[in-house]
DNA sequence: GTGAAAGCGCTAACAC
DNA sequence: GTGTTAGCGCTTTCAC
């Protein structure tokens, strides 16, 4: 059987004072005596007194409870940036409430529609790839609710953003390739339409634009952003009248794929295909050649994207902010051409 | 400016009936003319009504949140366990609350000490490696608080626990490295006094008994969970008197961390020491040479632990249940002997 | 079948 | 500095 709690009636009771009095003291109001503070903080632990969230959030209109909606936690990007999102929220008190959508428009309004918005003092969102429509999310910024977009962001909605640095990174890659002695650059990367894919793939064009290198149409690969994606994508770039001799993977699952189906065709990656992921995924230093890649700042946007959602509940009229965190290159086996590598 | 959100009242009055008949016609009471309820649930559709939890909650002593206290999710088994757990919850109209505790005592101990209960009906907890006391957790439960262990449970406490079979997954483990033909077995474990360590721990002894094969106290190192405790250990095998011929890891991690100081010191992994690991972390299809090893149902412990807990907060007098799912072996290249390993 | 009213635990005027 | 009281949104007796 569940037992009743301590409430401030019982520390009232106890003290023989009233509620007010308890709740101003518990709250460190400061029109209150030293000495009856004291009793009854002394009560209240004796007590073992917890404050009732659904009291407090009623009457103050307010829980301390931030919604987090994230496509999958099941990699290394999301579930870091969610171990940065629950620091902070612990650290002040706040608790995150998950929702994972699958990566699936249909969850994922499903989901934000069937929100209580009075048990929620915010949102943090990161969007499924598919989504088109997201009108789901404006309905709620309309309402009030304070939102904060982070890595795969909404273009349209004027609120908080948190990113990394997409552009300078897929950049940074490209050039990285070039400057390796690669030459025939494809990029294999997620659905159209995302910001965080534009972005890279802009990065990519400026790049072989600024050191004059083609491109072809059919080196741009779109498709999903998992493991197999990546096999699949470097199997077809393998198949192609025109084959490259370095590939630009969007992430490191699909890096990894993608060395994993070259390796499966007797590709030696690094030598004969070069290939750089995004993220900086564990697994870059495990596959073998170890991946090269654009280390990306999982846990810092977390850290960020919280930070910023605090303000935007804290104060009413926090204007807007769009944060992008600088994004670093690490270089590994993988874009390394000349040297003999090291066996399995 | 955070919007008011539409009450009972305001559909009563829209209606011009009174907030007890909104009530009961929301709640799909039999007491209520269809007619009446129709009316309710347009206007309810029409002016966006959402429950406020708070409210329900301060009332029904029930919140429609589970806590779940986890040491990390930033890996594979983790964030699997989660994600089923978030499924079960989902379905059942249940927010999960997270909180991550780094995998230290202290923090698993402020945070159990600080959880508001009465915005809990449950509690889902795996608790810290290093954990010794388990008084905060014993505390909730003689409060009330339905508590859920998985994976790490606390054997002293009296209640609902699911694990994978950690015994049987040991066992199989070794005997597979022992009819590949691997007669000098170590074990590379966590830390000590954890259950589930213990249970594995005594899964090798069986079988290492059961097949008549010698095994020194030199061979079975503690140490953490990490793949830097991998490495670590690998080389104190390596540097001892007496050197096996293959490892048995506590999980994946510590066996890739193996894996790559064995190739590090020009070791061939599976010819001349075998490895295998535990839980079926997709690294294991990633390195090189893949990785043998013993699949824990991540998904399915995290759909069960919800499923009980969900049991326990409905009746008050469901009985504790131990539930211990199938873990079962997936050999691949790490354990293969004769085999000449594909290079790289 | 429906309404009036009390109360869940807490905060915030408003008195004194 | 402290007490009284109303009320947050909802459920639930108890009348009628």
């Known amino acids: 059987m569940r037992k009743r709690y301590t409430t401030i009636k019982d520390i009232a009771r106890v003290l023989g004072i009233s509620v007010a009095t308890v709740s101003r003291a518990l709250r460190d109001s400061y029109d209150v005596r030293p000495e009856t503070r004291k009793k009854v903080l002394d009560v209240a632990t004796e007590l073992n007194y917890k404050p009732n969230f659904n009291a407090t959030g009623l009457v103050r209109q307010s829980t301390h409870n931030i919604g987090v909606i994230i496509p999958t936690i099941t990699n290394y990007y999301f579930s870091t940036v969610i171990t940065g999102i629950q620091e902070v929220a612990q650290r002040n008190d706040f608790n995150i409430i998950l929702y994972i959508t699958n990566d699936s428009p249909e969850n994922e309004i499903r989901i934000v529609k069937n929100l209580s918005l009075s048990s929620l003092d915010g949102l943090l969102a990161c969007v499924s790839s598919q989504t088109n429509f997201y009108t789901h999310f404006q309905d709620l910024i309309d309402d009030g609710l304070p939102v904060v977009f982070f890595d795969r ?54 790049a072989l ?31 192609g009248e025109r084959v490259p001799d370095a590939i630009f993977a969007v992430n490191d699952r699909k890096a990894v794929g993608a060395i994993l ?8 990656v690094g030598e004969e295909i070069g290939v750089i992921g995004f993220t900086n995924d564990p697994i870059s230093e495990i596959v ?3 991946l090269s890649t654009i280390a990306e ?14 303000k935007h509940i804290r104060k ?24 003999s590598r090291q066996s399995s």
Chains 1, 2 share one sequence.
């Open 261 to 268: 189906a070259l390796k499966r065709n007797a590709i030696k």
């Open 297 to 310: 700042p999982a846990y810092e946007i977390g850290l960020k994207s919280c930070e910023l959602l605090l």
């Open 288 to 290: 073998s050649p170890t």
């Open 209 to 239: 634009d600024q050191y004059g290198i083609a491109s072809y149409p059919e080196w741009v690969i779109h498709s999903g952003f998992s493991q197999k994606d990546g096999e699949e994508d470097a199997l077809k770039l393998l198949g």
């Open 316 to 339: 009413s009229h926090f204007e807007a902010q769009e944060v992008i965190l600088e994004s670093r290159l690490i270089q590994r086996e993988s874009t390394i051409r000349s040297i």
């Open 153 to 206: 962001v909404v273009p349209t909605i004027h609120t908080s953003k948190v990113m990394q640095d997409d552009f300078n990174g897929a950049f940074m890659a490209v050039e990285t390739l070039i400057k390796s002695g690669y030459n025939k650059i494809a990029h294999i990367t997620g659905p159209k339409g995302l910001q965080l894919t534009d972005n890279r793939l802009l990065g990519y064009y400026a």
